[in-house]
């Protein structure tokens, strides 16, 4: 069965300082890994995509993920946190046993102090 | 603007009552999901459909239903057998092509009074 785990309840770093959100996961198959973003109150916005090709994927707000494939890891980083980027990610991973279903993790709350 | 449009954003319901959330899509998505989201708390699947006229149970289907006559439209029903039911309901929608993106909309914040 798919799965993905954020280890992490929380993170905590200090605004200027590189952040790092981390996800594992577990398929049959080729990953099709996700990333996303969620203010209060809102819902989830896109960040990034791991399909196949770079293991170091680019997306939105300056954020960048790693994909390890022996580790079976796929996490989120960013060079230089802002306070604005403290929010709730959570990591997916697409379903590819002939559902539609998308997986996500528990999330991990990013506080970013100034 | 292409997305998904969910309404109201603010719900309340008495009890006893059926509620209907309502949720459009101009994506051209074929799949639609319902996920419910408790203060603080991760995403748990209610209902999804990959196809007009077909919908699954997730997760915590019971005291919820839900239609699909249009490729666009996804309503979400809260009946009065969901005990539980405040929460914070979000919509999906994503293509059929496993490495597709899942898009959400904003949200509907739904209160038991």
């Known amino acids: 069965a798919q799965s993905v785990a954020q280890p992490e309840d929380q993170v905590n770093v200090a605004e200027g300082n590189p952040l790092t959100v981390k996800c594992t996961y577990s398929?049959?198959?080729?990953?099709?890994l996700f990333w996303y973003v969620q203010y209060p109150n809102r819902g989830l916005q896109f960040l990034l995509k791991?399909?196949?090709?770079?293991?170091l994927v680019k997306g939105s707000y300056g954020f960048e993920a790693e994909f390890n494939k022996s580790q079976t890891s796929f996490h989120l980083k960013k060079p230089s946190a802002l306070v604005s980027d403290s929010a709730l990610y959570f990591c997916a991973v697409r379903d590819a046993s002939g559902t539609y279903k998308y997986i996500f993790g528990t999330g991990t709350r990013l506080k970013v102090l100034a | 603007d292409g997305g998904i449009t969910q309404s109201p954003k603010y719900l309340f319901r008495k009890e006893g009552q059926n509620v209907t959330l309502s949720c459009e899509q101009n994506?051209?998505?074929?799949?639609m999901y319902w996920y419910r989201q408790d203060p603080g708390q991760g995403l748990r699947l209610i209902y999804y459909s990959q196809i007009v006229n077909d919908f699954q149970k997730g997760d915590i289907a019971e005291g919820y239903s839900v239609s699909r006559e249009k490729k666009e439209s996804f309503p979400l029903t809260v009946t009065s057998a969901q005990k539980n039911p405040t929460a914070f309901y979000l919509c999906?929608?994503?293509?059929?092509?496993?490495?597709?993106?899942?898009?959400f909309g904003e949200g509907s914040w739904l209160t038991v009074v």
């Open positions: 999906a929608s994503s293509g059929q092509v496993l490495g597709n993106t899942i898009y």
């Open positions: 398929v049959s198959g080729n990953p099709y």
């Open positions: 791991y399909i196949t090709g770079d293991n």
């Open positions: 994506l051209n998505h074929d799949a």
